[in-house]
Nanobody, 114 residues
Framework: VQLQASGGGLVRAGGSLRLSCAAP????????MAWYRQAPGKQRELVAT???????DYADFVKGRFTISRDNARNTVYLQMNSLKPEDTATYYC?????????WGQGTLVTVSS
């Protein structure tokens, strides 16, 4: 079972990126989807979640800047990141859940230069 994350890259502070994560239908339609991130030397932290019904929730440090969304026809979840800051630099992971098990994408690196 694999989630395919993409869209990372190098961007200047204040810029934008959109991450994508394609999931198998079984996982995508079973539970909420989420984005996490992990900066070097730090623990992985939750960035945003979206339920099957489309209800979203965000970590305080991205509220007003990031938007999570899902395309049910494509089994894909997105993370639109605007007004990026150097402290947003991290590897971003998508997470799905099925049968009480978390499934992770391979991670996509986002680097924000000052």
């Amino acid at each position: 079972v694999q989630l395919q994350a993409s869209g990372g890259g190098l961007v200047r502070a204040g810029g934008s990126l959109r991450l994508s994560c394609a999931a198998p239908p079984t996982i995508f339609n079973s539970n909420d989807m989420a984005w996490y991130r992990q900066a070097p030397g730090k623990q992985r932290e939750l960035v945003a979640t979206i339920t099957i019904g489309g209800t979203t929730d965000y970590a305080d440090f991205v509220k007003g800047r990031f938007t999570i969304s899902r395309d049910n026809a494509r089994n894909t979840v997105y993370l639109q990141m605007n007004s990026l800051k150097p402290e947003d630099t991290a590897t971003y992971y998508c997470r799905g859940r099925w049968s009480f098990t978390n499934y992770w994408g391979q991670g996509t690196l986002v680097t924000v230069s000052s």
